[in-house]
């Protein structure tokens, strides 16, 4: 069974141009989650997704920032116009469907971004 | 304000001696706890976790951690550190949201 998968893992933007990040759940998995490091610091939540539905995106920058998790294929974590201030790692993890507040979530290897 | 609070951001210890990391959430009920694992360039790996029932939690790589509701503490500990243990450790706990909120971590170096 595969992990979560995450793609690419490296990425390299300049300023104002689109950055767009791939996350696969695990199999069976239907929460996926949203997780922004900078450097030195630790994991901050950006936003909780189910099948076609975001279910929290509390932690999600204002501007720029959009997710989705269509019926089919990958989650996706979009950064339009980045700038330097959006180069960190981020991490998608998924959990399996039911109560997902008891679930363990499922960490992928992050997708390292660096905005020149 | 609801949070997790590791309060060092370093720790060294020696191979082969006991280790403990300190993990203080503030939350308004029982929250679910975990410590999860990150080496350099990776991704996060979970150690154990804490729900509810025996205050004392086994996990992986020979990782336990006992919760204590009166100190609201969740700390971490290893009775003997292997040099491959070299890593950054995170405590994190969900509420009734599902969203995990992270401590700052602790990074934790073993000299040989």
């Known amino acids: 069974n595969a992990g979560v998968m995450q793609n690419p893992r490296h990425l390299v933007r300049r300023r104002g141009q689109e950055a767009r990040l791939r996350c696969s759940p695990m199999?069976?998995?239907?929460?996926v989650y949203w997780y922004r490091q900078l450097p030195e610091e630790g994991l901050k939540f950006m936003v909780y997704l189910q099948k076609e539905n975001i279910i929290d995106e509390s932690g999600m920058p204002k501007e720029r920032f959009s997710a989705e998790f269509p019926k089919e294929g990958p989650s996706i974590l979009r950064i339009q116009q980045v700038v330097r201030g959006d180069s960190a790692a981020y991490f998608c993890?998924?959990?399996?469907?039911?109560?997902?507040?008891?679930?363990?979530?499922?960490f992928g290897p992050g997708t390292r971004l660096t905005v020149l | 304000a609801q949070s997790v609070t590791q309060p060092d951001i370093h720790i060294t210890v020696s191979e082969g001696a006991s280790l403990e990391l300190r993990c203080n959430y503030s939350y308004g009920a029982t929250p679910y706890l975990f410590w999860y694992v990150q080496s350099p360039g990776q991704g996060l790996q979970l150690l154990l976790k804490y729900f509810s029932g025996d205050t004392l939690v086994q996990g992986i790589k020979g990782f336990e951690a006992e919760f204590k509701r009166s100190q609201s503490s969740f700390n971490l500990r290893k009775p003997s550190v292997h040099w491959s243990d070299a890593a950054e450790y995170f405590c994190a706990y969900t509420g009734t949201a599902s969203k995990l909120t992270f401590g700052t971590g602790t990074r934790l170096q073993v000299t040989l």
């Open positions: 993890a998924s959990s399996p469907s039911g109560q997902a507040s008891y679930n363990e979530q499922f």
């Open positions: 199999k069976g998995h239907s929460h």
